[in-house]
Nanobody
Framework: QVQLVESGGGLVQAGGSLTLSCTHS????????MAWFRQAPGKEREFVAL????????LYGDSVKGRFIVSRDYAKNTVNLRMNSLKPEDTAVYYC???????????????WGQGTQVTVSS
């Protein structure tokens, strides 16, 4: 079994930065692609960012491209999401996910964390 635990959420002013971390434990996910999704109240869960396990290649959602950076630390079993120039519309619960496919589709992920709340005030 795989456990994913997100941390680092909180309240930040617009224009500020925040770094989320996803720590994984249990069965190794070192050969899984790791992604971040987010879900705002009343909205669908949205793809945010993805990092591939083999080459570390990355993919970003259009709304965060150029502002967010995803990275991976195999030694610490973590995946980080550095969020810069935050906007009120970035407010959501952010989820970490692990899956075999390199995809924006949430159906492509087998394991999910419980989520961490990010609130951006204007």
């Amino acid at each position: 079994q795989v456990q994913l635990v997100e941390s680092g959420g909180g309240l930040v002013q617009a224009g500020g930065s925040l770094t989320l971390s996803c720590t994984h434990s249990g069965r190794t996910v070192n050969n899984y692609n790791m992604a971040w999704f987010r879900q705002a109240p009343g909205k669908e869960r949205e793809f945010v960012a993805l990092i591939g396990w083999l080459y570390g290649n990355t993919l970003y959602g259009d709304s965060v491209k150029g502002r967010f950076i995803v990275s991976r630390d195999y030694a610490k079993n973590t995946v980080n999401l550095r969020m810069n120039s935050l906007k009120p519309e970035d407010t959501a619960v952010y989820y970490c996910a692990a899956g075999a496919g390199f995809t924006r589709a949430k159906g492509g992920y087998d394991y999910w964390g419980q989520g961490t709340q990010v609130t951006v005030s204007s």
